[in-house]
């Protein structure tokens, strides 16, 4: 149901901001960045009964954005490919590689700070890792929820964001390479991450 509720509020606001009569800017550029992500601790079915856990590893994002805004409010959708790591404590490590679409929704509380929220769809495609197989996972396409902050100087941007997942998605986790499990983890993002920013070109004005 929070799916639907995200997806209505995203299609109100883009419309919203589509027929404003309202002076706007129009910017673009590109972003990289880094992911702190957690699978959390896996659930064994195997004779290892008790969780095992897991650990955050750095990974990446790079992508692009387009920002529309109109006096202090902003909607900013983005478009990047974007890679998850956790350690399985003394086994291996799970690798998840998505293309993302946030649609961030921003306000400007003070000279460059601006605060921003909005839903992010992800489509996974490809679970890694190199000495455990994987079964299915229940959902190919998931939403979730982005929340955080921005500061800008000049044409670069410095960007803090908390990420969690909505979409229930459960992966089997099966034993290879003489490694004896048979578990399952919640791969839903509950993920902290950190991106730079470069605006390319000049602001555009629009007014309609």
Do not use: C
Not at 35 to 60: C, R, V
Not at 61 to 83: A, C, K, N
Not at 179 to 192: F, G, M, N, T
């Amino acid at each position: 149901m929070k799916d639907y509720y995200l997806l209505i509020i995203s299609i109100f606001l883009i419309t919203y901001f589509s027929n404003s009569k309202l002076h706007s800017q129009v910017n673009y550029g590109i972003k990289i960045g880094v992911n702190f992500d957690n699978i959390g601790d896996i659930k064994s079915t195997s004779s290892l009964k008790n969780q095992i856990e897991t650990a955050s590893i750095a990974s990446a994002h790079i992508g692009m954005f387009v920002q529309l805004q109109v006096v202090d409010i902003y909607i900013r959708p983005e478009l990047q490919i974007s890679q998850n790591k956790s350690d399985i404590l003394s086994l291996d490590q799970i690798e998840i590689n998505k293309v993302e679409i946030p649609i961030l929704i921003g306000y400007n509380i003070f000279g460059p700070i601006s605060i921003f929220t909005g839903p992010i769809f992800q489509n996974i495609i490809s679970i890694k890792s190199k000495s455990l197989n994987f079964g299915n996972y229940t959902n190919n396409f998931t939403m979730g929820l982005q929340i955080g902050s921005r500061i800008e100087f000049g044409k670069f941007g410095l960007g803090f964001r908390f990420e969690r997942g909505f979409t229930d998605n459960e992966i089997e986790i099966l034993g290879n390479n003489n490694i004896d499990i048979e578990a399952y983890s919640d791969i839903r993002p509950k993920l902290w991450s950190v991106s730079l920013t470069y605006k390319l070109g000049k602001k555009k004005d629009i007014e309609y």
